[in-house]
DNA sequence: TGCACTTTGTGCGTCGTTGCACTTAGTGTA
DNA sequence: TACACTAAGTGCAACGACGCACAAAGTGCA
């Protein structure tokens, strides 16, 4: 999942070894109790390292789970770009396009990472310092998809590639709320058929501006 | 097997992790070639420690194949003891702790044992230096199994359980010997059955002196 | 036998982990 | 509201792992 660290020595390998075991700590223990509910001995003990050695390569324990997040996002686009490159290629126009990142879009399990991301905010309550910093790492995600993808269709003006990522990511923004709101960001299979609903409405809507006349 | 240290503190704790990993590297490498036949490289690489590392705990390469063996026949000797503990307690008779002996010595997987020093040995040559240090390390297991069934066995002599237990175990060094002429010390069924006869032979034999009399 | 190469073992310095004592902040209760 | 306790975060020193350069020993070959 997480490409193993290629470190230019023994030292620096342990270094990036006991970074990542912190983290790996601190995604279990989210996982486990729904929300970001640990002390730093607790994330200390499970990732086998002592509680100065969290700070030496943290700044704090909210610096832990905001970078846990960070990590979890990244993995989420890596398998949505996996995604768009296992779908068959279209014929370069705008629809086959959309088509192949809802395509890609339905393959990545996008209801476990919202579920994730809002137990940690919901912990937080009103700390908007947390919610913005993740809107950023959003943002920044849904950049780097634009400028990708814009990379790999060059059939297509990069402008309106970015018009189209930016208006499914935001939309799939939209289909979150929604889905938290009806679900509780519940992961059962009830709450799932609920989010694959949500999906389908969005792209039924963005397509119908996107339709080929014929 | 080896019983988890209990460290006074994580930095006591990842020492001693340290140095069990080399030790259990060295096992393997011996076990997988037959003999220690690898680098302080290939050693480190395998324990995921430093080429430094090992000589901060060891002072040579030598010193870890022999702490490999002590480490071996401590277990032995635990093994044993544990088979000894586990047979019914007999009638507190001289005949009854030969028998007790014998059934744990049989219980024992001694050819393994056996042939692991033996291939440590072959590969030393005419280094007899390695051969006195294990000899050395037999001798002491003889000693500590003495006085710990002497305790056990307050019925009986401290004395005569000395003569006992050394009359079996210098019995199993000769078994040893002549199993490892006949056979090359290999580990297959042929093999076994080589040393169990013998094994039944030196016990028959040593029986005889202590059958009783009705 | 001499030479080139590999391996062992070592001294010393660097780096990162750890221990520990401390301050500050948060929390619960009387 | 004050107090006692817990937890987060920090500065500093000690420890052990590691990197590196080096000398010595071992090995193979011409």
Redesign the pocket.
Known sequence: MIPPLI?????????A???RAILDAADALIRERGKPQ???????DRA?????????????????IMTTCTRLLGVTVDDFRAATRATPAGDGSRVALFDEITTALRAVDLPTVVSYLWGVLAADGENGRSQHALTDVFTRATEQLSAEIADRSTAIDAFEVAILVSTVMNGVAVVSEHWIAMTGATLDESSRTVWDDLLNRLIASIRMGYSASS
Do not use: Y
């Open positions: 470190a230019p020595d023994r030292r620096a390998d342990i270094k070894r006991h970074r640990f002390s730093v001995n607790e994330l200390a086998d390292v002592s509680r100065r050695t969290v700070f030496n390569h943290f700044t704090s324990l909210d610096d832990v």
